[in-house]
């Protein structure tokens, strides 16, 4: 089975860094993904790693670690419009290499 | 990439009848998925559409209630039969294309 565990709030100032953890147990893994979802929205694709390491693109960074179950995102120079859920999920590579969310981590960014 | 829509985006139902929820994507994908979001909650996986064979349904859900269509490599349908109030959600679409998976704009279901 998945298991996948984030925060389910975090407040950030503007102009500032944030970074939302990701821990998650898994059976098989084929890659890891980060969506943005703001309010009465669908989820938009942020970034995807299946290699340890780190992925910049732009103000957003993902990072993975494979041995620990980890990730995590980094947001800079927040802005307000960064104020949305932040959704972790972990791809399979098994029974038809299905996507599993963890429950999102809803962060506020304030001026 | 891949770019999905999604029919109805929204509808508000009675009790005991059936929708259909059509998923178009622009290309050819190899994997499709049906996810659930009820309100302030994260995404539920429904189902895998497998093309050309039944699909491939999660712990909690069950072909009689969400049958689903994949005719091809470019669309599924959905439908929630004999619905409940309990199934007032958001229903997303959702393909892989290499290795990205992207949502559609999702069908905000309201049953009464």
């Known amino acids: 089975g998945q298991n996948i565990d984030q925060p389910t709030e975090m407040t950030a100032t503007e102009g500032a860094i944030v970074q939302i953890n990701c821990t998650y147990q898994t059976s098989g893994f084929n890659g890891l993904f980060w969506y943005q979802q703001h309010a009465g929205e669908a989820p938009t694709f942020l970034s995807y790693n299946v290699l340890d390491g780190l992925e910049e693109k732009g103000r957003f960074s993902s990072f993975l670690s494979r041995s620990k179950g980890y990730s995590y995102l980094l947001l800079k120079e927040l802005q307000m419009k960064d104020s949305a859920s932040y959704l972790c999920?972990?791809?399979?590579?098994?029974?038809?290499?299905?996507?599993?969310f963890g429950a999102g981590t809803r962060l506020f960014v304030k001026a | 990439s891949a770019v999905i829509s999604q029919k109805p985006s929204r509808d508000i139902c009675q009790r005991g009848t059936s929708l259909t929820i059509q998923c178009q994507v622009d290309s050819q994908v190899t994997m499709m998925f049906w996810y659930r979001q009820q309100p302030g909650q994260s995404l539920t996986l429904i189902a895998t559409?497998?093309?050309?064979?039944?699909?491939?349904?999660e712990s909690g859900f069950v072909i009689d209630k969400f049958p689903i269509s994949r005719p091809n490599l470019t669309f599924s349908t959905l439908t929630v039969s004999n619905m409940s109030p309990e199934d007032s959600s958001i229903y997303l679409c959702s393909a892989t294309s290499g290795d990205t998976q992207y949502f559609g704009p999702g069908t905000r279901l309201t049953v009464l």
């Open positions: 999920a972990v791809r399979g590579n098994t029974g038809g290499f299905k996507t599993i």
């Open positions: 559409a497998n093309q050309g064979s039944e699909a491939t349904y």
